[in-house]
């Protein structure tokens, strides 16, 4: 399996580590142990909170959690023939990330998340939806369910439909 670091286009150039494998299992058996058991870790988190309606797949080279086309047929606005996506789970070169849309998409919510994150005493590193970590025991993993399980798919669709540029009247 290989990985590699790529330059992917959602809207704007970001640069990440990606994956060739088909399907998830196939990704995570790829990594090497010591990621592989935290990336296995966080998988099952999500798995057990996360709402009725997203699937789980390989998404732009990461896993990925997302809202179909069964439900939302227009898809992402830069490419439709993707879904939206929800959160995404990776193992980049220096560290492992945690994409969390919701967190990215919503102002109150991105300060609940912070204020939660500040009770637990770890350090948070976090860009616009990214959380990065080097070890799974710097992952608040009770937290990131609660994150999860906050999002049911109806109000991921309609965050992104009140933003998707393709809804907006000319």
């Not at 109150?108 to 025991?137: M, P, Y």
């Amino acid at each position: 399996m290989a990985f590699e670091l790529r330059k992917l286009r959602f809207c704007a150039k970001v640069t990440i580590m990606t994956s060739d494998a088909k399907t998830v299992d196939e990704y995570i058996a790829g990594l090497p142990e010591d990621r592989r058991d935290a990336i296995q870790t966080i998988r099952d988190v999500i798995l057990k909170n996360l709402p009725e309606g997203y699937e789980e797949g390989m998404l732009y080279g990461m896993i990925g959690y997302y809202v179909p086309h069964s439900i939302y047929p227009q898809g992402y606005h830069c490419d439709p023939s993707k879904p939206i996506g929800f959160v995404s789970l990776a193992s980049q070169k220096n560290h492992m990330a945690l994409y969390l849309m919701g967190v990215y998409g919503e102002e109150q919510e991105r300060e609940w998340f912070e204020s939660e994150w500040r009770k637990t005493g770890l350090k948070l590193d976090i860009g616009k939806s990214c959380v990065r970590f080097k070890k799974l025991e710097n992952l608040p993993l009770e937290l990131i369910g609660a994150a999860i399980a906050r999002w049911p798919v109806e109000r991921t669709v309609a965050m992104y439909a009140a933003w998707d540029p393709r809804n907006k009247k000319k």
